[in-house]
């Protein structure tokens, strides 16, 4: 049976606050004020490192125009820019099985439904996080999670239509060497907006999570509250 959950879908929003406001609904869901929360948005161009990433990976030409965070998420380094679906899941575990390693398969599945609809066959890559495509391999979106009291944040990144150079000249992305990046648009062989993608989205993440989502609104940035206590809570 699906629970219910909420969904905001926003626009291009600033890494930096996109991660704030998912502290903030992390402290939330739990203590149990919201349910389980489903981000959507863009960024505007940034790398961002996980806990394992290197500095050799980063070679970003002078001048690069594009922020770089640290963060607390698995893995490496990644890239984020217009074009690009971002997904941050705000789950509760207990409810979803307290399992990480099945949450990060789960996420890979619903990057394959989302992808489906296109024409994109996206599947997994034995040892590898993310989606790709095969033959030869290329990666269509990157995972990248953290959980703290059985609660989720950070999430996935589907390529849609962007320019993918940033993943191999700006860095070493996932620290994977000579790999290559694609996009949906790419490989559906036509344009597809990000706007196209999201309903496709949003529907592989309540059929594979079994949630029914409801959307809140988001004009005017609406769910972008400032929320100090539960921030607090989230940063314990």
Known sequence: MATGAYLLQLGT?????????????????????????????????VVTLGRRTDDAELHLPDGAEVEIVETDRGGKSTFHGPGQLVCYPILDLKRHGRDVKQYVRKLEEALIRAAAPFGVEAERVEGLTGVWLTRPPRKLASIG???????????YALNVDLDPAPFTKWITACGLEDAMFTTIAREAGRDVTVDEVRPHAVAALAEVFELELEELPADEGAGLWAQPVHAGLAAR
């Open 145 to 155: 999670v953290h959980v703290a009291r059985w609660v989720t944040t950070h999430g």
């Open 13 to 45: 929003v600033p890494y930096r606050e996109a991660w704030d406001l998912q502290r903030s609904l992390a402290g939330a869901v739990s203590q149990g004020a919201i349910p389980d929360t489903v981000v959507l948005l863009e960024h505007p161009p």
